[in-house]
């Protein structure tokens, strides 16, 4: 069975983990939480990040026994499907700690070839992104709309996202910052939460280096199917993680990766 043709299967599993998502993560935001820290430099996690991905995962094990499971926060897990679940119980744990609405949930499917569907929930606001092979689209208990990306050709008229202003090494910084100079408006710290707003089509480009691919799977489903570019900084595929080039338009991401390239 084609994916395209199964979206109708996929579709209440994915929003029952999101579901799930929200009702565990909004029992700790903006309230008192112990803060680990993953290393030495500050990687921080929390009893939220890991019952979340606990209670996402108690649900695939009763709906989705054949697929495996990705996540952030405990050991993969095989499957007999073909279908792997890639799950980022709170990305942005950095703002989460900070009281911010800018973290969300990330929710990917993926098979041999890719992403093939991606939620990226933001529980404390109620938006829910959705891309899958029949489209994009944003949701809030009041309100719908599809999605699609805007079409900036030009890096002069763009907005550019990053997470860090640092972006990863000396050497990832001084590229995205070469691009970031050419562009109109840069800003950052909103993890997935940019990635999201780019299928919206508010902003233009997100940039970004050392990431996992529970990072990326799903903002790469959503923004494929809200009509955007996801790849690696050298145009090859990006749900390996590592550094991301997301852009609205095929001008704009020829654009940024000559800068890249230096």
């Given at each position: 069975m084609s994916f395209a043709a199964d979206v109708a299967a996929i579709r209440p599993v994915a929003h029952a983990l999101a579901d799930a998502a929200r009702t565990t993560t909004l029992r700790h935001f903006r309230l008192p939480i112990d803060v680990e820290s993953k290393g030495t430099a500050f990687d921080p996690v929390t009893v939220a990040d890991r019952e979340t991905e606990a209670a996402m995962r108690d649900l695939l094990a009763r709906l989705r026994p054949g697929d495996a499971i990705l996540g952030e926060e405990a050991a993969p897990k095989s499957g007999t499907s073909g279908l792997t679940?890639?799950?980022?119980?709170?990305?942005?744990?950095?703002?989460?700690?900070?009281?911010?609405?800018?973290?969300?949930?990330?929710?990917?499917?993926?098979?041999?070839?890719?992403p093939i569907y991606g939620i990226v929930d933001q529980p404390f606001t109620g938006e829910r992104f959705e891309g899958s092979a029949e489209g994009a689209v944003w949701t809030r208990p009041d309100a719908r709309r599809d999605l699609r990306v805007r079409g900036t050709t030009m890096l002069a008229e763009a907005t550019i996202f990053t997470t860090f202003p640092e972006v990863g090494t000396t050497e990832e910084g001084a590229a995205f910052h070469r691009v970031a100079r050419a562009c109109r408006l840069t800003?950052?710290?909103?993890?997935?939460?940019?990635?999201?707003?780019?299928?919206?089509?508010?902003?233009?480009?997100?940039?970004?280096?050392?990431?996992?691919?529970?990072?990326?799977v799903a903002p790469i489903a959503l923004i494929e199917a809200a009509g955007g570019i996801v790849t690696d900084w050298t145009g090859g595929p990006a749900h390996g993680g590592g550094r991301v080039l997301a852009a609205a338009t095929p001008e704009l991401h020829e654009a940024a990766m000559r800068l890249l390239d230096g």
């Open positions: 679940w890639v799950l980022d119980p709170i990305d942005g744990t950095r703002g989460f700690v900070s009281g911010t609405p800018t973290w969300g949930v990330l929710i990917g499917l993926m098979d041999e070839a890719g800003r950052y710290g909103m993890d997935c939460y940019a990635y999201a707003l780019l299928a919206a089509g508010h902003v233009d480009l997100v940039i970004e280096a050392g990431l996992h691919p529970y990072d990326i």
